[in-house]
């Protein structure tokens, strides 16, 4: 089974501090994993992919396969990443390719 | 390049009937996939259409039921509303294939369904 944990519900930090929004999944193949982010008022949208391995918006995010994480970080948060972040898993389980397992999200809010 | 576009927006029913949502793909993509968001939870997986072809369940009952067209749009219909059933409806459209860009998930708006 799928199953993808974000342990905070919430998370404020001030700008220019630093950010981490936890994740970890379970998975018994090869998973890929992904944020998304939602903006108030806005769709959800694709931040990062793990395969891109790429920094989106300052952001970054290292697969541990050891300790089944995925957390994203940001040295210096500013107000504009206040968000609700979900994290997800793809895999091919239950016969659809690349169905998405979401965490429950993490709302971040950067004070001023 | 259109987005994924969905509608209705909003939607009120009452328990009992039955609701079809609709979905249009993001030009390009040949898969759709729907997801049930309630209030306060990450979208849950409902089905996933590739070709006109269910390709793919969650743990959703019978009474969900969906449909593909040629030109890749999507209907999800709900039969029998329960009052569980209000929650946000995501439609997300991809295109399946290897290399850059695909099995990229691009998601609508949603559809904001109030089963009273």
């Known amino acids: 089974a799928q199953r993808v944990t974000q342990p905070e519900k919430l998370l404020s930090v001030f700008k220019g501090a630093p950010v981490e929004l936890k994740c970890n999944y379970s998975y018994s193949g090869s998973p890929e994993l992904f944020w998304y982010v939602q903006y108030s008022r806005q769709r959800l949208q694709l931040l990062l992919r793990h395969i891109s391995r790429e920094s989106i918006k300052g952001f970054t995010a290292d697969l541990n396969k050891g300790e089944t994480s995925f957390h994203l970080k940001k040295p210096f948060a500013q107000e504009e990443d206040s968000a609700m972040y979900y994290c997800a898993l793809s895999g091919n389980s239950g016969g659809s390719n690349y169905k998405l397992t979401f965490g429950k999200g993490t709302l971040l809010t950067v004070n001023p | 390049e259109t987005g994924v576009t969905q509608s209705p927006t909003h939607l009120i029913k009452t328990r009992g009937q039955q609701v079809t949502l609709r979905c249009s793909s993001q030009s390009g993509h040949n898969t759709v996939s729907w997801y049930q968001q309630a209030l306060g939870q990450g979208p849950q997986f409902i089905f996933q259409?590739?070709?006109?072809?269910?390709?793919g369940r969650g743990n959703f009952p019978p009474r969900f039921s969906g449909l593909q067209f040629p030109n890749y749009s999507s209907e999800l219909n709900v039969n029998a509303l329960e009052l569980d059933d209000s929650a946000l409806y995501l439609c997300?459209?991809?295109?399946?294939?290897?290399?850059?860009?695909?099995?990229?998930?691009?998601f609508g708006a949603g559809t904001r369904l109030s089963v009273l």
């Open positions: 997300a459209s991809s295109a399946a294939g290897v290399g850059v860009g695909k099995n990229i998930q691009y």
């Open positions: 259409y590739y070709r006109e072809e269910e390709n």
